[in-house]
């Protein structure tokens, strides 16, 4: 989140200026209050330089699905139309849950719930959100059609645990981050997810399970982990009359397999001579 702190909350500030006294401060007056909110950043982020503190947090991690190929296929003013529409759709909505996004990476997003500002009610609103996020993809998607542009779709995992969380950099250039093995473990989730998808850990299910209606857990082996990890899809939010509009299902479950082959690396487009052994652990929908 670079110096997004500042940015983000002199942003709003000005907004809110704007909308009460008719206009946003300019000048010196606006120097003045960017000199506040920077000062006060890291301690609203709950950490100071250097020093990053141990929290936990949920992760939501969203991306697009076949957005490459799109990038492909159409102009690069079309392809960032598309990309503007679909970040700034995103972004109003992860502010109105008061989630943080931590970073744009292309076409993923990362959004934190409980850092650097913690609710008590994190687990929901971050579910919350990823689910008004894909019913959101369906109105983006309509007028795509009416406007003759393609369709887009999005994958999206959450994840609840533990964290270090703080500024990194230094006073040229710094963000407010979070690390671990937990956001690693996200990003696995995220890879599982289908278009108009929200899979979450059994962390995050056991933290709101009388929240939402969820599918049965399906185990997954992902990389880094020696043990299956339990995910589950979200269906609905019955108290907010909410569904998640399927978009994609899978055509068979997924089932552990233990089958060996050989394999050759890739890189920079030219096979490496030198053969590798594998093992397949899972096969998922495409079989």
């Known amino acids: 989140m670079k110096k997004a702190l500042r940015g983000d909350a002199l942003e709003r500030v000005q907004d809110l200026i704007a909308r009460e006294a008719g206009a946003p401060l300019r000048g ?35 991306d697009l699905r076949g957005f490459t190929a799109i990038s492909e296929a159409y102009a690069a003013t079309v392809v960032l139309e598309l990309l503007n529409r679909y970040l700034v759709r995103m972004s109003e909505i992860i502010f109105r849950h008061s989630g943080t996004i931590d970073k744009f990476m292309g076409d993923s997003i990362m959004v934190l719930f409980g850092a650097p500002v913690g609710h008590e009610d994190d687990v929901r609103r971050a579910v919350a959100c990823a689910v008004e996020m894909q019913v959101a993809m369906t109105e983006i998607n309509r007028h795509h059609k009416q406007q003759g542009m393609p369709e887009l779709f999005m994958g999206i995992g959450i994840n609840t645990g533990a964290v270090m969380a703080g ?121």
């Open 28 to 62: 010196d007056a606006e120097r003045e209050l960017a000199s506040i909110l920077g000062a006060a950043a890291p301690v609203v982020a709950g950490a100071s330089d250097g020093n990053f503190l141990s929290r936990e947090v949920t992760i939501v991690l969203a």
């Open 167 to 287: 500024l990194l950099g230094s006073d040229l250039y710094s963000e407010y981050t979070v690390i671990g093995d937990e956001v690693n473990l996200t990003s696995r989730i995220e890879a599982f997810s289908l278009r108009g998808q929200v899979l979450i850990s059994q962390n995050t299910f056991e933290r709101c399970r009388d929240f939402i209606r969820a599918g049965d857990p399906m185990d997954v082996h992902v990389k880094g982990k020696v043990n299956p990890v339990s995910l589950r899809e979200v269906l609905a939010i019955p108290s907010l009359s909410a569904e998640v509009p399927r978009q994609e299902i899978r055509r068979s479950p997924r089932i552990e397999v233990k089958i060996t082959f050989s394999y050759q690396v890739v890189k920079s487009k030219i096979v490496v001579p030198q053969m590798h052994q594998g093992t397949i652990r899972d096969i998922s929908y495409h079989g």
